[in-house]
């Protein structure tokens, strides 16, 4: 399968503690996004990378968030000293270069199944 | 900041046509996207509009009027499997190509 791949797809993890979510994105796109999404809410957008480079992070990324892209491959996306308010599913989404007004490349997001984090 | 707009629950018939709608307010717009999501998966995208009208996928059309900052998807023939929420979501320019989207509307098939 050639898909977004992400890892693990649950963690359960106790409050104060640390954790990290990695994503594959398919390997011609060079864009990568990092989405979050709780119980009957859209995702919402926390940050991409452009190859290696972060160029959007929302102002829902506090501090405990950092997202790393090192070889403009794979993604992590680390939560420091994690609260229960963090529970939810952390999405990654990858898309090709360009967007054309017409034509096969409409310039969507394909996105992975999901970490989903449990903070007890 | 941008405003998307969308019924937080629906319900149909199985064999039904249904439709749902989207309204947003954006400066930028650079085009609408509809994505579907079963529960516990990952959103699996439908439909692309940029221009006005509408675009057909099978059972699936949507339609756009940028004028009017609305968007609507129309299911035919629903099938059970069709229960799940549809995303609208909203593309700016120089925005890398990132989404926003509105909170879902839950669709509900009933035999």
């Known amino acids: 399968d050639t898909g977004v791949s992400q890892d693990p797809r649950h963690k359960i993890t106790k409050r104060g503690q640390n954790v990290t979510f990695r994503c594959d994105p398919i390997s011609e796109h060079n864009r990568l996004y990092w989405y979050r999404q709780t119980l009957g809410q859209g995702p919402e957008f926390l940050t991409y990378?452009?190859?290696?480079?972060?160029?959007?992070k929302s102002r829902l990324l506090s501090d405990r968030f950092s997202a790393e892209r090192p070889k403009g491959s794979f993604s992590t996306l680390e939560i420091q000293r994690t609260e229960q308010g963090d529970s939810a599913m952390y999405l990654c989404?990858?898309?090709?270069?360009?967007?054309?007004?017409?034509?096969?490349?409409?310039?969507?997001?394909?996105f992975g199944e999901g970490s989903r984090l449990t903070v007890l | 900041g941008q405003n998307i707009d969308q019924p937080t629950e629906m319900t149909a018939t199985e064999g039904a046509i249904v439709q749902i709608n989207c309204t947003y307010q954006?400066?930028?717009?650079?085009?609408l996207f509809w994505y579907q999501q079963h529960a516990g998966e990952a959103p699996t995208f439908l439909s692309y509009?940029?221009?006005?009208g509408l675009e057909e996928k099978g059972r699936f059309s949507s339609f756009l009027s940028r004028s009017k900052g609305y968007s609507y998807l129309l299911l035919k023939e629903l099938q059970m499997k069709d229960s799940a929420s549809y995303l609208c979501?909203?593309?700016?320019?120089?925005?890398?190509?990132?989404?926003?989207f509105g909170q879902g509307t839950e669709l509900s098939v009933k035999p």
């Open positions: 989404a990858s898309s090709p270069p360009g967007v054309m007004t017409s034509g096969a490349n409409t310039g969507e997001l394909f």
């Open positions: 954006t400066s930028g717009f650079n085009g």
């Open positions: 509009n940029v221009l006005d």
């Open positions: 990378f452009q190859n290696e480079a972060q160029l959007e």
């Open positions: 979501a909203v593309r700016r320019l120089r925005e890398g190509g990132k989404l926003i």
